[in-house]
């Protein structure tokens, strides 16, 4: 038996770099960083778990096709279909930089092919991914920019309480108590918390939208496909989860059965 390779034919190279530069974003967080990629119904959803904000981030892409190459036990080779399978996000990212770096101007529109790496073990997240429908939206949510600033306020009062901590009580639990206790506060009225809007802001997801901008919409199990024209930021709902979309990604967080939390500022 020929063990499948995967190809993902994107139909944007400009979204695959953006992919790539989530993909070093996660990398920063955890050197060893695995990704589930999930594709079907011409889009490509690629779910991460940032180990500092106890989340899970989603980045999606618009893909032309993909293709299973090498041969089954039957001897049928394989066709276009959809993917699901857990990589290295480090594989991965070197597969786009790889598939990039051969065009004659990089980051220009038009399609790439790029190598699906070989499968790795999943983490216990990649398990449990948010639901595929069922969202609705939840009202409240404050615009980007006071989320922004909620993040910046929550991270200015960390450090502040970091340094007033007598020597003999600066150890990582009592770090970790104060991140916790900021952290899980929630965001206005939303319920949506702080670590949710933080992991947001620091993998790139609540940047100012450019005029024209890809926007997040429809769904992917829980991650968003991407339409003509930028949206805001909204907050939805489903099973038991909460998802922050933005026009760059999404960040979905469970509000039940939620593990201990432990978060420095990025």
Do not use: C, K, N
Not at 8 to 15: I, K, Q, S, T, V
Not at 192 to 203: G, I
């Amino acid at each position: 038996m020929t063990a499948s390779r995967h190809e993902l034919h994107f139909a944007d190279a400009g979204e695959a770099a953006d992919l790539a530069a989530f993909l070093a974003r996660l990398i920063h967080y955890d050197r060893a960083a695995a990704v589930r990629l999930q594709a079907g119904g011409g889009v490509l959803a690629v779910f991460g778990r940032p180990p500092s904000f106890e989340v899970l981030a989603i980045r999606t892409a618009r893909l032309e096709a993909v293709v299973t190459a090498g041969v089954t036990d039957a001897g049928t080779p394989g066709g276009p279909g959809a993917l699901d399978t857990t990589v290295s996000a480090g594989q991965f990212a070197d597969a786009l930089d790889a598939a990039g770096s051969g065009r004659t101007a990089p980051g220009a529109s038009g399609g790439l092919t790029v190598a699906v790496p070989d499968a790795v073990t999943g983490p216990p997240w990649a398990g449990l991914l948010p639901p595929r429908g069922g969202w609705r939206r939840v009202p409240g949510l404050p615009g980007a920019d006071e989320a922004r600033r909620a993040v910046a306020a929550a991270v200015a009062e960390f450090r502040a309480r970091d340094e007033a901590l007598p020597e003999e009580r600066r150890t990582r639990a009592e770090r970790d108590r104060i991140g916790h206790e900021i952290w899980s506060r929630t965001l206005g009225d939303t319920g949506l918390p702080l670590r949710a809007v933080h992991a947001a802001q620091s993998l790139g997801f609540l940047r100012p939208a450019a005029a024209g901008a890809p926007a997040a919409t429809g769904s992917a199990r829980g991650a968003t496909a991407l339409a003509p024209a930028a949206e805001p930021p909204a907050l939805l709902a489903a099973g038991g989860w909460l998802r922050l979309r933005t026009p760059y990604g999404s960040i979905a967080v469970r509000t039940s059965g939620l593990l201990g939390l432990s978060v420095t500022p990025a």
